[in-house]
């Protein structure tokens, strides 16, 4: 089956900096891979996701990059605010079912 | 809308007790989840209903079994509780038919086996 592995685990970031949390995934047939944003003691939601005939999206203050060769894929937060503190996960899928998520990463960001 | 409502938000019960975690959604997504939330290991797929009156295992579906009551509702059971099983639970959905393709989650069920 899929494996995504997540780095960082944890981040922290001055309000303003940029932040960038990056993903591979082990499946070369996977297709779609979503980013979420879960905030305390709530259910994760979508924030972004990407589909593997492209190779950069961009949201705002959010992007998302995707190279198919090297089974990588990164999120791009700029202009961060304290808002943005939360855990945010990676995932990867073959079409839109079963998505494997990674273990997440911490982003704090300090005021 | 309410989107995907899960009940109960906390339980804890004894190693043995059984209990089913109710999930409902009113976006008419014909997909249904179950997934499991731990610390440092991510959400991990129990069983998932692709289409009403179908089921399916996915990554750790052992001690669980699952309900696709209607298009509606999804129930988790577990018929013999056990440590291992304390976790997040958390219940999602998802339209295939004209997208946004993201999961809606529920805000999810904390429960703890002692």
């Known amino acids: 089956g899929e494996n995504v592995e997540q780095h960082p685990s944890t981040l922290s970031v001055q309000e303003g900096d940029s932040a960038v949390i990056k993903c591979t995934y082990s499946?070369?047939?996977?297709?779609?891979f979503p980013w979420y944003k879960q905030e305390l003691g709530k259910g994760p939601q979508l924030i972004i996701d990407i589909r593997s005939n492209v190779g950069e999206k961009k949201d705002q203050r959010i992007a998302v990059t995707l190279n198919k060769t090297a089974k990588h894929f990164s999120l791009h937060i700029t202009e961060t605010q304290p808002e943005d503190s939360a855990v945010y996960f990676c995932?990867?899928?073959?079409?839109?079912?079963?998505?494997?998520f990674g273990t997440g990463t911490k982003l704090q960001v300090i005021p | 809308n309410a989107g995907v409502t899960q009940t109960p938000k906390f339980q804890v019960l004894k190693t043995g007790q059984s209990m089913t975690l109710q999930c409902a959604q009113d976006?008419?997504?014909?997909?249904m989840y179950w997934y499991r939330q731990d610390p440092g290991m991510g959400l991990r797929l129990i069983y998932y209903s692709a289409s009403e009156g179908t089921t399916d295992k996915g990554e750790v579906p052992n001690g669980y079994n699952v309900s696709r009551l209607n298009k509606r509702e999804f129930s988790l059971r577990l018929e013999s509780a056990a440590p291992s099983q304390t976790s997040v639970y958390f219940c999602?959905?998802?339209?295939?038919?004209?997208?946004?393709?993201?999961?809606?989650f529920g805000s999810g069920t904390r429960l703890t086996v002692v």
């Open positions: 976006m008419n997504h014909n997909s």
């Open positions: 999602a959905s998802i339209d295939l038919g004209q997208g946004p393709y993201g999961y809606t």
């Open positions: 995932a990867a899928a073959r079409g839109y079912q079963k998505v494997t």
């Open positions: 499946d070369s047939a996977s297709n779609y």
